[in-house]
């Protein structure tokens, strides 16, 4: 699979231990991560060269960040330096019927202040053969969809695949707003990956017989918002949405749908024991992303992207830390648990 | 709601992290606690003023006591000064079919050793609506059940509201002690509360039909315990019993009764998955007395409680640190555990 | 009952806190663990007098390991010094679809260099009554099957009883010599403990209609493997067997069966909510040797060893830390897991 | 002596635990803080009723800084809300030869965009003895000094006596800025503080004989400081000046002037070894009004501010927990740290 | 040197991680000690074969107090069980001039509610070369001066070395009782360990030119406080004396005298960095003993034990770790700490 | 600077927080760190572009070294994987007078059974400027002269800068086997980098009037020891050796000689309050190398090797996470350690 471009944001993501609250102790627990460097991530683990593009401030904590990246082999070559901050968001994780929260900090940072001609996109996309982006990064800030369609543009004309999950944030924009940005950039896309209430949130197609708070989830229902989707979208050759159940906090029901060519596959369904839900989405679209860059049957693509992020649910933090061996293994049914000497 | 005055013990809560042993590792979790300062600290999350009135000796663990009191916003400046020691407990956490273990250290205390005039009554009551007490209080000491029914009668003399948990606990009294002595307290007792051991092991009224240690229990059989307590103490205006039917350590389904003006009222039923028990009493103690002081529905109290203390359960230590508008979520229905961005 | 050895390896075990991946962190939790030294520490917690025989290297790391067996009251008079290095192993939890993992680094460690004149047998059974060993520890060199072979020798010489967990480990040696080296040793063996897979992997002994991936497990197959093992080890005078399903790392259903004079006895199944399962078969072994050893009947044998290595299932690292009265309690049907205050 | 207001800004407080650097681990201890914030809690602690005011987003966080200041008896009651984030500042520990270092991010916080109009200073000051601010708070936005100057005119017109603590932060404003700014303020001030460098820095008044990273300081210098200062500002009653020679991060030589009615009053020294020195000024600040508002001698005064203040730096984060009688106890000359029990 | 029998109190030590103050942070480090425990354990430690005796109650704290002396190698089998509780002291460590502070919670505890009954001393001394107990054992409850003697009584009769620590706690009794009780028990001792107050507030005898608070100590006047010692108390063989200069809480200059046949010893002295000074005391009465026990000269003696318990000051918690080898490197000059690979 | 290779083992490094012993608490900091790679580390955060090549198993745990790595910035591009395991070392940090502990496991290792054309050092070396390597490389087994030989000659050939620090384990091999292996090695080096100590182990050329363990060190003596080094090996372009005076465990006095084209130049003297002297000498190397390959003077030179490692002592764990402008601020002189905001 050739070289995959990610754009997006970079937080601390900071919260207490365990099932602590806010109040509770006197540490957070500390990470850096955002939605695309999540995808970026998942795929270098997964043997894909990638590259992560944003913009930090020139800060020891925005170096803490770039460290991480390295780490996880994500590629950071291209990112630039300015602004003031590095965003921040507390997350204080949920259980039982109890629900995560996560307070978001994270506007006026250096990548929410960046305008077009920050990036090289020529230089960066030389070679690259993906790109990919989220509904989280227009929503930075007024000038970022300006920004982010400057790269869609640029990828479009170095021919590079361009890949969008819809990530409908509540608190960065309206249904609105989001509708009209990202109505606009979705014609330059041609994979979606969406959630179960992205859709009808940011383009008003919901899914009919379908509750999402109440659990309950239509394979029908899914199956039409993808075609009214293709319809509205004919650019777009592939849709993958999450279907996830939530029973509660700690447990949940999970799957996936991946939409191509007219016809939905569904995966099989996973009751998944919660240990980190956050990245979840992430997961999945990385998962996709790979089924698709590798050639992988329909089928097999949302059967890997899901028993991928089934396995993000199981894992600290945001980053999907399995190996393709690992992803392989449960998509081939073994989900016993059984220990591996 | 009016200003609410809980009296009773503070402790030191001690316990290895996790689902440690006692013997495993070398740090306990400390945190400072009580039974009524409990349903204090859960009715001033609510945004209820309160007073925790206690007795502590003049050292610096007992001021954390009083910092972590006032830092959960309850009123302290009751607190008297006097005598050797704090009580201790020790909580070694439980999992799947290993029970929690309790270790108390908590004879000879500040408070055990208090006598009737260390507290001024009348100035504590002073503009008061609600007085709560627990079964634990008067066992603590030979001495004590007279300081508790002197704290009573000054309520009754200020026309405060007087509720009362029943909390048997084997280890400071017998079944007879515990009987005498509550059954003279509870005919100055407006609101009483129990679990479904209670009534049965202080007062020798078992319900019928049900079985505690196989988790069964009956409906009927409690709306009978009701009727029986108030038959005994007429006085007593309304009884919350929490239901609790044990799976395992892990596990458990959570529900409770609220009996009022003859007629039983259940609230929806659970299924908990426990990060923490500890507490989860009080914290029905505390949504009931919300429901009665704020005007609710006797269905609405009972399901404001059922849910204030199911969400105990997913929150580590003996607080329940959950906001109203939290509470009310979950009896909205939505325990789906969706993360709150 | 009396004093029991135990021979084998002893190793550092190493892994990150919680459910977090090798990678994530800065700490690894540690302790001092082995198959035989958890199945003594559990007889030793039992009340049994217990001696574990071992050889470490003479550093500070060894003491520790040393000072772990004392503080669990297991005898350490008879471990000899000597060689380079003790063994180490790495584990990461699993959770959900994930499974737990664990790597190995026990070549060349003092105990693999080890020859038979290290051990004085005739000074260490000495009024012994038991010696245990598993299949790990001849598979630990090329010397070690002699090394075992004079303790068993010695043993039976001595009038002890011997008992030995197959316990095959793949990374040790291959089917075909385990099956040479073990099948020599078995001629020797009282008791026999085993795992659903392990007569299949050493013996070739497989039980018909089960399938341990899947978590399909046959009464009547288990029953036939414990009566072809004893056609060919006519010496052996009771075999038990735990019966494991993976519903997943964080679930598993867990039984047992004892096998002897002919007959299957087969314990209560545990829904069990996994804590930690290192150490879960020789939990089993030390609850099914403390049945023998004190002569419960059958079927209290195999209830009592299950219901121990249920409670160990729940208990952090690798040693059931649980105490006959624990186990009783569980083995009498109490699994509520209610508060023990 | 009679209540104190403080007035500025809260902050979580993040950095690694013990000497690590920052991307060093996973995990951040947290604090919430901020200079005024300090000030009022050590006099808290000194018994001293005291209230903060500032401006906090409605989120959940701020509530923790809330909690944590009732935790340490500060009132809290005319705390606002509003705006969109709370400041966050990391500071990772020096040690030797290795300075501490501090990253602010705290532009943008819901105090920095408050107006005047957003607090009640009548109501405020109503039976307020002190208000206390620093240089910190005016240098905040650009309209923040508007907001100060309101809090000061509210005050004198109270009849409450103004403190001020200079506390240049050259990322926040030019020495040009904070000169015109803190010229105006420093009219209305009756006590004034500041550290070694500030007045330098803001007002251009330097010690002569002094050089600050040689860690060289001239008594007589500062006298002079002191006196051009009461020249410049005539209304300025008091003047406490903190004298700190840096041999390295982990050893100062600490000592302060108290210089009023002409007359300068120098402290005894202390070799201080550091835990942490963050918060030493504001400690001194607290110390130093302790002594005004309870009518010690100037000489007391300045031993009373210089002991509180040494007793921070041994003490973790950022408040003073000294107690009037630890402080008077090392002011007597008890510094030999022998064990209290 | 043949068996050492110590007697005395066994309690839980609780304190925040490094320097916190007691109010700081969430969880206590605990452990298991007591001054008489920390003797055997440091003989231990060096070899000798010790028995620990004192009364428990039969908890499982008490068990991880009896597993943590198993683990020191300390025998354990003549601990007995009855009464409610463990004591418990809290330790705030303290920094440069911040004292240490400790809270003592050790009244009514199993022991101290003892009688000379509880206790088969012929048994325990059978075999035994030493018995060693200090002041804090007979100060416990009004009732065991008359244990401690009844145990001294039967060590003379076994023929047993009698050691004795004064160490006065003046929470525990006043200098008269103190004076009156250990006047006594002194009639019995062969070898008297005392630090730099203990004589002068026990029996009154105090060292001219010595000023401790201000660090100032004499050679000559602590020779005389021996000689006095020894006027007053012929049967006193042998006295050993610590001398600490306290600089700060951190930095301590440590040495010591050993006064035996009329001649007083001194050990060179240490600057000493310290780590956790707790238990300073004990490890140089266990290195005092080790030395008359192995038959050392007396300046070896004095130099061994002050070597030992300088060492104890660079170790964590209350038990000196140092074994003979380290002890011996130290006494023989190389104290530079250069790392040992 | 031109890219600098390193090669040499990578290991485990295990050990408790803070300044416990071995056997105290239940975990380990863990870190993953060689010679070598602390080399290549500080380089790359000095901005010099490197590559470490080592041999290490395959499995997750070297996957953790190798991302560390990364994270640091090294190129891990020529790490090669084979053989069975990562080697370990256990640290123990000293305090005062106790001297830090070091247990190695590093036997067996990847690197220790590699081969020479395990590495391709044609390729590695292509377009490299330096080529850095230790005396514990070579000492690893019997075959690891022979493999550093290959890589010192293709060094050679491709004509890049060859720099030894000669490090010295008594644990690895004799002296006799060092001087041998080490005197070869020694006629293809360019620049040498020695302690106090190696020069007199390895080649038997010690310092007169120089007493390592009194800290006795003379610059006359440490100047005639690198004349004969020159002497003796005349492709010697230049010799940094640093020079450690041991006050205790925690306090040293650090300084370096640099000596070329026949003169010796010293650094200013620090004293250094250890936080972990781990890494030092490597620490110290970097900063040579860094001054050499950026042209600076030898007087420069040394000034900032002392510097860097002067800062190293101050830092957690191995590696020296200084950056240029850090070391550059100290060895301008300010090493006063006020903060830096």
Known sequence: MKRMVGFGDMMLRLGPPGYLRFGQGNCFMCYYTGAEANVCASLAIMGVETDFVTRLPDNAIAQCAIGELRRLNVGTRHIVFGGDRIGVFYVEKGASQRPSKVIYDRKHTAISTSSPEDFNWKAIFDGAGYFHFTGITPALSEGMPAVVEAA???????????????????????????????????????????????????????????????GKLSRDGYTQVARRLVERFPNIRGIGITLRQSISASDNIWGAMYFTEGTAYFSREYNVHIVDRVGGGDSFAAGLLYGIGTGMSPQDTVEYAAAASCLKHSIELDVNLSTVAEIRQLMAGDGSGRVQR
């Open 152 to 214: 869609c543009r640029a990828a479009k004309e170095a021919g590079v695949v361009i890949s969008c999950d819809l990530n409908y944030r509540k608190n960065l924009w309206t249904t609105e707003q989001a509708g009209k940005t990202m109505g606009k950039l979705l014609e330059l896309v041609d994979y979606l990956i969406a959630n179960e209430e992205d859709a009808d949130k940011v383009l008003g197609i919901h899914a009919p017989d379908s509750d999402v708070i109440a």
